[in-house]
């Protein structure tokens, strides 16, 4: 069974740092580009970043492009979003998710963790 | 970067109905849309992906269809544990944009 298991939330003051990480299990996370989504309170899903199955590709929504940086660690099966200079507006719940198909990632989402909060606030 | 609208924003029916939601992309994605359900306070669910392949073990009253620019998502027989926000998605090249929603209820 995939699981995947979302950490490092917490409240934040603006201009500081978080580093998300997700732990992923029950699959070959080598294989599989894997996403951040972040849904902000009673509001819709935005992409975030993603990140491809052998590390080597990255992309960001425009809003995050410069502070935050995707990355992964195979080793660990864990997926990690470095957060820094932090806005109000980056307040959401953040969530992994897997990309469905080994390889590329121009593909669904299959499986989603959890979410972990993230609050900007002084 | 492509947008994605969805209409309508919201809308309420009767248990048994059939529902239908639209997705239009500001540019043409082929077939490299998704549709998820999100019931209130949980996770996102996949229901569909490349715009009219059933994900395993998704109920089959939920049809998607479509291509290019515009798509479809239907509930045939509308039922109580079908409420939710459903998204569409597109995917074939980032940033892989969500539509705003559309928020389905029991009337």
């Known amino acids: 069974e995939v699981q995947l298991v979302e950490s490092g939330g917490d409240l934040v003051q603006p201009g500081g740092s978080l580093r998300l990480s997700c732990a992923a299990s029950?699959?070959?996370?080598?294989?599989?580009?894997m996403s951040w989504v972040r849904q902000a309170p009673g509001k819709g899903l935005e992409w975030v970043s993603v990140?491809?199955?052998?590390?080597?590709?990255?992309y960001y929504v425009d809003s995050v492009k410069g502070r935050f940086t995707i990355s992964r660690d195979d080793s660990k099966n864990t997926l990690y979003l470095q957060m820094n200079s932090l806005r109000a507006e980056d307040t959401a719940v953040y969530y992994c998710?897997?990309?469905?198909?080994?390889?590329?990632?121009?593909?669904?989402?299959?499986?989603w963790g959890q979410g972990t909060l993230v609050t900007v606030s002084s | 970067d492509i947008q994605m609208t969805q209409s309508p924003s919201s809308l309420s029916a009767s248990v048994g109905d059939r529902v239908t939601i639209t997705c239009r992309a500001s540019?043409?994605?082929?077939?490299?849309l998704a549709w998820y359900q999100q019931i209130p306070g949980k996770v996102p669910n996949l229901l569909i992906y490349?715009?009219?392949t059933l994900q395993s073990g998704v109920p089959s009253r939920f049809s998607g269809s479509g291509s290019g620019t515009y798509f479809t998502l239907t509930i045939n027989s509308l039922q109580p544990e079908d409420v939710a926000t459903y998204y569409c998605?597109?995917?074939?090249?980032?940033?892989?944009?969500f539509g705003p929603g559309t928020k389905v209820d029991i009337k």
């Open positions: 998605q597109s995917y074939n090249s980032a940033p892989f944009t």
């Open positions: 029950g699959f070959i996370f080598s294989n599989y580009a």
């Open positions: 490349a715009a009219s």
């Open positions: 540019q043409g994605i082929s077939d490299y």
């Open positions: 998710a897997k990309h469905r198909g080994s390889g590329n990632y121009y593909n669904a989402y299959d499986n």
């Open positions: 990140i491809s199955g052998s590390g080597g590709s990255t």
